[in-house]
Structure formats: structure tokens, C-alpha cells
């Protein structure tokens, strides 16, 4: 019995160590030499978790004195997760993701995020002149004067993901289109002779016949293949070189003929030419799932959809994001690019920040730099199908020539994305989504969320009465804007919102 109890003893002691160890956030390797433990919160697909858990493991063969613990949730729980772990900290993960569209909110009303400026300084790993400038100032915030994109970084970019139009090869080569790559080409398609050229963009009338000429059937059918599952307004607005506020991001830009004929060129898609999915539609059924299914010529994509888009049984590509025409006249296809008007888009972004009370600030700090500045990380990135390398001399080199890890590349030959440096050029000349440069979304929300359905955007695309009765806010024929009561009154309401949001801080 007493050697019994001795045994017992001995067993509660090394257990009770071992608990020491693991509170302490630590772990042993089989030579009994202590690591530290990392906790590594996100969200994603399957395919995005086990991408990143490919570079976690190159992460722990780089520095072996590290253990990485990686958890995820879904894109939608993933904001009130993290808001329950920093109401209990003793659940704070060491390195965490923080979107841009919440980034200015939560530096404001947390102070959770370390400031990693002092890291990155010492850090001889890290060249900030190599990674794509929007992504850094993303995460750049001045605590003194409370100014975004200057002051201090608290996370680096996992990704600046520009959402381009991709594009159906096989069905578009179906319906007798040809494709052609020349830069110094006049149109980005020529109905007379269907040819599209993939290095230039279209104008919004040469769209509008593109799409023409390869949707199949009826809007009503849902099995009729469309020219395009959806246009974001967001898309349509920055390549007319239009806002949705102005420099100081303080006040509301949406009541003027810019934003009038944006928001009616891509109803009009669908209302007046009859190419794009119903609204009603879109809110049934994914873009991404239609055009995947094979029932649409086109949609906007991210470069994170690219797992997703390589199960797809025929050939795709990417093109510039469509630029508005000289004189506005949608049938006129012959028609220029219009004064001041380019090929923009929106960037998506997600930064990686580091919990400011870790235990191993030093190692959350490495963690988070390999993820977003490591070639072999990067590498596995885009090979995988995740982003666009971060690092400027990877996006401009090897990324434009690799054969990308498409899985259909052995048995069809396909390597897609090729026409990659739409990425870079959207990449270098888009800005972020106008959530990101404000405290938050409520004012953006309510353009589509409005409490009063007579100031949803909706009523321009619906020509039912779900949404308070159609409307019109752009006349093709007289290049004018009607309906002004109802872009001030939606403007004045959007900017009572922003504007209780923005005294919670100060630019």
C-alpha cells in the first residue's frame, strides 16, 4: 500500500507539471525541450484552413521551438467570436484575423491589437517597400490625431484581393467569339466581328453587347444562361472615378449624376438589357454557384475564390473591369472611354494582427510576418490558389509565369488564372470598400437595409413592388438625372448615421 502511494504521488506530481506547462503556454518536443505555444484564430473554407495549415507546418520547420494551434469559424460568426474572446482574455488567441471594414472600429473601442511597427523595424525578414502599399496603410493608424493609413501598423495583410470580372472561356468560344491578347488593341470587343481582346477593357456599351451575344434563354428560366450573375455597384462607381465619400471619408457622396448613372447602368443590366440575373435571383442563388454551374458568361470574383473556381469543368479566365463610354450611350459600342474614366475595381483585405497581451509577443510577432511576408508562404498562396503574393517582386515575377497548382492542369491542360496582370493593375489602382475607411458600416448598410423601403437601392433594381415600387434614377436618352429627391433623401440619411458614428472618433 505505501508503494502504491508513492506511485500515486509521483503520477500527481508530473501531472500537475504538466498543467503548469500548458497554462504557461507551453509544450515539449521528444528531447524535452520546451516550446511555446501559439494560438492562431481565422475563418475560411475548407480549402482555406488546409492552405494555411500547410504554411503553419513550414512555419514550425522554420522555427521548430514553436507549437501553432489553429482554430477557424465561419466568415459570419467569426467578428462575435472574436468579441467574446476579448471579453474573457484568458481565451485571446496570440494572432488573430481583423478585416479591414472593422478595423477602425475595433482599434478604437479595444486595445487589443500590439503595435508591431517595432518588430517590423528590427525585422530583417521584412521589406515594407516590397508588399502592395494599400495593404499595409490599411492597417496604419495614427492613435493621436485617430487617422487611418498613418501612425503605427497593427496587422499585416493576409491578402489585398482584387475582385475582378472572370469570364467562361469554353462558353464564350462556344457561341463563336474569339479571343485575342493585344495591348495596344482599340476595342475590348467588337460585336461585328465577336472578337474580345482579354488585354484590354471593354466600355459599358461594349459590355452590354458581350453579354448579348453569349447569354442563352430567358431571365425567367432559371436554367437559361445569363451574360453576368451580378455587377457590384461598388465596381461600377470606382471605374466612372466616382466615391461613395469624399477625401475626408466624412461625408456622403451619392446624391449626383455619377452615382445616379452607376446604380442605373447595373440595374439596367438586367432590367433594360435583359443579360444579368434578376435581383430576385441574385438573393436566391450565389453569383459564384451560378457561374460555376455554368449557367452564366461571366461574374465578379476574388482571387480567394480560386480554389472554388479550379472545380469547375471548363476553362476560365480574368478581364478588366468594364469602364463607362464617352457619351453614355449603351448601344453605341463604338463609342470611347470617357474623360477621367479607368479600369478600377475594389479591394478586398483581411490583416493578421497580434494579441497585444501574448505571453510571447516575439513569437506571435514571427508567426504573423511568415504568414503575410514569407516567399515560402506566399508561394504556397498562390500555388494553392489563395491570393496574390503580398510581396511585390513575387506578384511581378514568378506569379505572372508559374503553372499555378490547378487541379484540371494534368488531365485538360488548364492553368487558370492566366491573364494575371489584371491582378497587379487592379491591385495598384483600386482603393478598399468604402466600409473600411469609416468607424463602421451602418451608414453603407442602409442604402440596402433601409427601415424604409422607399430608400433602398433595391427599388431600382426590383420592377416589382418588393422593395417600395421601381424606380429610375438615370435617363439614358437625355443623359440626366431624375428621381434627385430620392438619392438626397437616401444621401441625408446615410450621412445622420455616418455622422454619429464618426464623433465616437476624430480624423
Same mark, same amino acid.
Given at each position: 500500500m505505501r508503494k502504491t502511494k508513492k506511485i500515486s504521488l509521483s503520477f500527481m506530481a508530473t501531472m500537475f507539471l504538466?498543467?503548469?506547462?500548458?497554462?504557461? +503556454?507551453?509544450?515539449?518536443? &521528444?528531447?524535452? @525541450?520546451?516550446?511555446?505555444?501559439?494560438?492562431? $484564430?481565422?475563418?475560411?473554407?475548407?480549402?482555406?484552413?488546409?492552405?494555411?495549415?500547410?504554411?503553419?507546418?513550414? $512555419? %514550425?520547420?522554420?522555427?521548430?521551438?514553436?507549437?501553432?494551434?489553429?482554430?477557424?469559424?465561419?466568415?459570419?460568426?467569426?467578428?462575435?467570436?472574436l468579441g467574446s474572446y476579448k471579453n474573457n482574455t484568458r481565451n485571446m488567441p496570440d494572432v488573430f484575423y481583423m478585416p479591414d471594414i472593422n478595423f477602425v472600429q475595433w482599434i478604437n473601442s479595444s486595445d487589443i491589437m500590439m503595435d508591431l511597427t517595432p518588430y517590423i523595424e528590427q525585422s530583417s525578414a521584412m521589406s515594407i517597400d516590397n508588399i502592395w502599399n494599400e495593404g499595409i496603410d490599411a492597417y496604419?493608424?495614427?492613435?493621436?490625431?485617430?487617422?487611418? *493609413? %498613418?501612425?503605427?501598423?497593427?496587422?499585416?495583410?493576409?491578402?489585398?484581393?482584387?475582385?475582378?470580372?472572370?469570364?467562361?472561356?469554353?462558353?464564350?468560344?462556344?457561341? +463563336?467569339? %474569339?479571343?485575342?491578347?493585344?495591348? &495596344?488593341?482599340?476595342?475590348?470587343?467588337?460585336?461585328?466581328?465577336?472578337?474580345?481582346? @482579354?488585354?484590354?477593357?471593354?466600355?459599358?456599351?461594349? $459590355?452590354?453587347?458581350?453579354?448579348?451575344d453569349i447569354k442563352e434563354g430567358s431571365l425567367s428560366d432559371s436554367n437559361s444562361i445569363v451574360g453576368i450573375t451580378h455587377y457590384p455597384l461598388e465596381s461600377a462607381m470606382a471605374s466612372m472615378g466616382q466615391r461613395f465619400l469624399d477625401a475626408s471619408n466624412k461625408t456622403v457622396t451619392i446624391d449626383n449624376n455619377n452615382f445616379a448613372e452607376s446604380l442605373q447602368f447595373v440595374a439596367d443590366l438586367s432590367n433594360k438589357y435583359q443579360v444579368m440575373t434578376t435581383a430576385e435571383g441574385q438573393a436566391s442563388q450565389a453569383g459564384l454557384q451560378?457561374?460555376?454551374? +455554368?449557367?452564366?458568361?461571366?461574374?465578379?470574383?476574388?482571387?480567394?475564390?480560386?480554389?472554388?473556381?479550379?472545380?469547375?469543368? $471548363?476553362?476560365? @479566365?480574368?478581364?478588366?473591369?468594364?469602364?463607362?463610354?464617352?457619351?453614355?450611350?449603351?448601344?453605341?459600342?463604338? @463609342?470611347?472611354?470617357?474623360?477621367?474614366?479607368?479600369?478600377?475595381?475594389?479591394? *478586398?483585405?483581411?490583416?493578421?494582427?497580434?494579441?497585444? +497581451?501574448?505571453?510571447?509577443p516575439e513569437g506571435a510577432y514571427k508567426l504573423a510576418e511568415f504568414l503575410t511576408a514569407s516567399p515560402v508562404a506566399q508561394k504556397i498562396n498562390y500555388q494553392l490558389g489563395q491570393a496574390v503574393p503580398n510581396l511585390i517582386d513575387m506578384a511581378n515575377g514568378e506569379f505572372m509565369e508559374a503553372t499555378i497548382n490547378d487541379p484540371k492542369n494534368a488531365t485538360m491542360g488548364y492553368n487558370r488564372p492566366l491573364n494575371r496582370q489584371v491582378y497587379l493593375d487592379m491591385m495598384a489602382n483600386s482603393e478598399r470598400r468604402p466600409q473600411a475607411y469609416t468607424y463602421n458600416a451602418d451608414w453603407y448598410d442602409e442604402m440596402w437595409e433601409s427601415s424604409d423601403d422607399n430608400y433602398k437601392l433595391f427599388r431600382v433594381w426590383s420592377l416589382t413592388s418588393s422593395y417600395g415600387g421601381h424606380l429610375n434614377v438615370w435617363d439614358w436618352n437625355t443623359n440626366s438625372r431624375i428621381n434627385s429627391e430620392f438619392l438626397s433623401g437616401l444621401e441625408d440619411r446615410c450621412q445622420t448615421i455616418l455622422d454619429k458614428t464618426t464623433s465616437k472618433y476624430a480624423w
Amino acid at each position: 500500500m505505501r508503494k502504491t502511494k508513492k506511485i500515486s504521488l509521483s503520477f500527481m506530481a508530473t501531472m500537475f507539471l504538466s498543467l503548469v506547462l500548458s497554462a504557461c +503556454g507551453g509544450t515539449s518536443d &521528444s528531447s524535452g @525541450d520546451k516550446k511555446s505555444v501559439l494560438k492562431f $484564430f481565422g475563418w475560411g473554407s475548407v480549402a482555406e484552413q488546409q492552405i494555411f495549415k500547410t504554411m503553419i507546418a513550414e $512555419f %514550425t520547420k522554420e522555427y521548430p521551438q514553436y507549437d501553432v494551434v489553429y482554430s477557424s469559424v465561419t466568415s459570419d460568426n467569426y467578428i462575435t467570436t472574436l468579441g467574446s474572446y476579448k471579453n474573457n482574455t484568458r481565451n485571446m488567441p496570440d494572432v488573430f484575423y481583423m478585416p479591414d471594414i472593422n478595423f477602425v472600429q475595433w482599434i478604437n473601442s479595444s486595445d487589443i491589437m500590439m503595435d508591431l511597427t517595432p518588430y517590423i523595424e528590427q525585422s530583417s525578414a521584412m521589406s515594407i517597400d516590397n508588399i502592395w502599399n494599400e495593404g499595409i496603410d490599411a492597417y496604419r493608424y495614427d492613435t493621436a490625431s485617430k487617422r487611418l *493609413g %498613418t501612425g503605427d501598423i497593427y496587422a499585416l495583410p493576409k491578402d489585398l484581393g482584387p475582385n475582378v470580372l472572370a469570364y467562361n472561356k469554353t462558353l464564350v468560344q462556344s457561341k +463563336g467569339v %474569339t479571343i485575342i491578347s493585344d495591348v &495596344s488593341g482599340q476595342y475590348g470587343y467588337n460585336p461585328s466581328t465577336k472578337t474580345l481582346n @482579354d488585354k484590354v477593357a471593354m466600355t459599358w456599351a461594349q $459590355f452590354v453587347a458581350f453579354c448579348q451575344d453569349i447569354k442563352e434563354g430567358s431571365l425567367s428560366d432559371s436554367n437559361s444562361i445569363v451574360g453576368i450573375t451580378h455587377y457590384p455597384l461598388e465596381s461600377a462607381m470606382a471605374s466612372m472615378g466616382q466615391r461613395f465619400l469624399d477625401a475626408s471619408n466624412k461625408t456622403v457622396t451619392i446624391d449626383n449624376n455619377n452615382f445616379a448613372e452607376s446604380l442605373q447602368f447595373v440595374a439596367d443590366l438586367s432590367n433594360k438589357y435583359q443579360v444579368m440575373t434578376t435581383a430576385e435571383g441574385q438573393a436566391s442563388q450565389a453569383g459564384l454557384q451560378r457561374f460555376s454551374s +455554368g449557367l452564366a458568361g461571366a461574374a465578379f470574383v476574388g482571387a480567394w475564390d480560386t480554389p472554388e473556381l479550379w472545380e469547375c469543368n $471548363f476553362d476560365w @479566365d480574368i478581364l478588366y473591369t468594364p469602364v463607362p463610354n464617352a457619351t453614355g450611350n449603351l448601344d453605341n459600342w463604338q @463609342d470611347g472611354y470617357r474623360s477621367g474614366a479607368s479600369s478600377k475595381s475594389f479591394l *478586398g483585405s483581411v490583416g493578421i494582427s497580434c494579441y497585444k +497581451g501574448s505571453k510571447d509577443p516575439e513569437g506571435a510577432y514571427k508567426l504573423a510576418e511568415f504568414l503575410t511576408a514569407s516567399p515560402v508562404a506566399q508561394k504556397i498562396n498562390y500555388q494553392l490558389g489563395q491570393a496574390v503574393p503580398n510581396l511585390i517582386d513575387m506578384a511581378n515575377g514568378e506569379f505572372m509565369e508559374a503553372t499555378i497548382n490547378d487541379p484540371k492542369n494534368a488531365t485538360m491542360g488548364y492553368n487558370r488564372p492566366l491573364n494575371r496582370q489584371v491582378y497587379l493593375d487592379m491591385m495598384a489602382n483600386s482603393e478598399r470598400r468604402p466600409q473600411a475607411y469609416t468607424y463602421n458600416a451602418d451608414w453603407y448598410d442602409e442604402m440596402w437595409e433601409s427601415s424604409d423601403d422607399n430608400y433602398k437601392l433595391f427599388r431600382v433594381w426590383s420592377l416589382t413592388s418588393s422593395y417600395g415600387g421601381h424606380l429610375n434614377v438615370w435617363d439614358w436618352n437625355t443623359n440626366s438625372r431624375i428621381n434627385s429627391e430620392f438619392l438626397s433623401g437616401l444621401e441625408d440619411r446615410c450621412q445622420t448615421i455616418l455622422d454619429k458614428t464618426t464623433s465616437k472618433y476624430a480624423w
